[in-house]
């Protein structure tokens, strides 16, 4: 059952964190807020703030931030957590909660974009319920140059899909994917009004469309941009100076035309052939994928890419190669290839993909785990929920696929228009 008095823990405070806390805060939910000490996110802007987060956009308002003194003090006070960081910054908070997997029994974990986090922590954590997501379930952009910690709140998305794993009970592979356990349903209904669509560990890190979007688009615009501190020559400076300076523009609508949307397109395919080794069948299209998790119904790639909002209110473009679009979706392009290598994908230009990141990278690029080391087929088979056939003696993922089940939380309006903070 649902805390009657539901408090959220949210660990770490960028855009996302920030704007499902002031989603929570419309919805009279209160929340209480960790982050890495080093990495506060919004909360540096927040303190010097008096502790109030300014909303606008979906929700417009002014929140007061509760920060807890601990991970454990938000361990303590809170039984529903959402990771809400990059993948990037993951094995800290492993790190962190491995410390205290005795607090985490009675508690669910909501990891946002978690990029095959249950695959690749999901044994290590006591916690009572771990969901994934393989996305945001809200689309915002931190905003805090007028020194006022502020986020804007663009859209909750009208349909977004999620998986669910537990460490502690019992867990049938093959069921997990057709309904919710009826705590987590609860909890749900009390936080999100989007459709649902459950789908197993392996489906989730499978439904990476953001990565065929985003990297694409990232790579065959680096010569955008600035070039790295201490490198040029003072002649190669002064060449530089005597050129016109460019704006970047906005990166889905100025980043990407119809040569860069076939190269997403042909990573999408990559994506959906490993996806169909694994005996995962009727997994959406990039464009599916865009249109599902949007409520909206693009044609083409290219509409996407140009459409004003939301994704173009801000320009969004990387400044350096420390953006998420590389250093993120680095991460999700390893995850493809290794489970491509254990099913027996090529994965060409996936590979591709990756060695080109690698090559033009300053500095190493951290895997954080998604390679998959020690990971079998028989972990591939457990967490894609398929059953097991045998084929001239040799054990083979089944290629046959469940219909999916989705799952409408009560319908309160959220999802359009405007709606002012709870006092």
């Known amino acids: 059952m649902a805390p009657a008095n539901l408090t959220v823990g949210l660990l770490g405070f960028g855009h996302a964190n920030a704007a499902m806390a002031g989603y929570f805060a419309s919805k009279g939910i209160p929340s209480m807020v960790w982050t890495h000490p080093q990495h506060p996110g919004a909360l540096r802007k927040t303190r010097q703030n008096g502790g109030v987060l300014n ?56 990891v946002m974009k978690g990029t095959g986090f249950t695959l690749t922590y999901g044994r290590q954590l006591s916690f009572q319920y771990i969901l994934e997501s393989n996305t945001s379930p809200s689309t915002a952009k931190l905003d805090e140059g ?85 490198i040029l020559t003072s002649k190669a400076k002064t060449n530089l100076a005597k050129l016109p300076t460019v704006d970047p523009g906005y990166f889905y609508g100025n980043g990407m035309n119809t040569y860069v949307n076939r190269c997403q397109l042909s990573l999408d395919r990559e994506r959906l052939a490993v996806a169909e080794a694994c005996g995962l ?46 250093r993120e979706e680095y991460i999700a392009i390893t995850l493809l290839l290794a489970i491509a290598r254990l099913v027996g994908e090529p994965a060409v230009l996936c590979t591709a993909t990756l060695t080109m990141l690698e090559t033009c990278s300053p500095d190493p690029l951290d895997k954080c785990g998604r390679d998959l080391k020690g990971f079998t087929l028989e972990d591939v088979k457990f967490f894609s929920g398929q059953p097991v056939i045998l084929n001239g003696g040799k054990e083979e993922i089944a290629r046959k696929s469940k219909q999916r089940s989705f799952w409408r939380p009560r319908f309160s309006g959220m999802c359009g228009g405007k709606k002012a903070l709870q006092e």
């Open 281 to 326: 069948k009727g997994n959406q299209t990039l464009l599916e994928y865009v249109n599902f998790h949007y409520g909206t119904k693009f044609v083409d790639m290219r509409e996407f890419s140009s459409n004003p909002y939301p994704h173009n209110a801000q320009k969004a473009t990387p400044k350096d190669m420390g953006h998420r679009y590389y």
């Open 55 to 110: 909303v606008g956009g979906l929700v417009e308002g002014e929140i007061l931030i509760t920060e807890a003194a601990s991970l454990q003090d938000l361990l303590k006070n809170t039984r529903v957590i959402l990771l809400g960081t990059r993948a990037d910054a993951h094995a800290f908070y492993i790190d962190e909660l491995k410390k205290h997997n005795d607090l985490l029994t009675k508690s669910m974990i909501f």
């Open 146 to 230: 007028q020194g006022t910690a502020a986020v804007n709140l663009k859209s909750m998305k009208v349909e977004f899909s999620l998986s669910w794993y537990s460490n502690i009970h019992k867990y049938d592979p093959t069921e997990a994917f057709q309904d919710f356990p009826s705590n987590v349903k609860q909890v749900l209904n009390k936080l999100f009004d989007a459709r649902i669509q459950i789908r197993s560990p392996l489906d989730i890190s499978l439904a990476c469309g953001g990565t065929c979007i985003h990297l694409p688009g990232a790579l065959l615009n680096i010569g955008r941009l600035p070039d790295e501190a201490g």
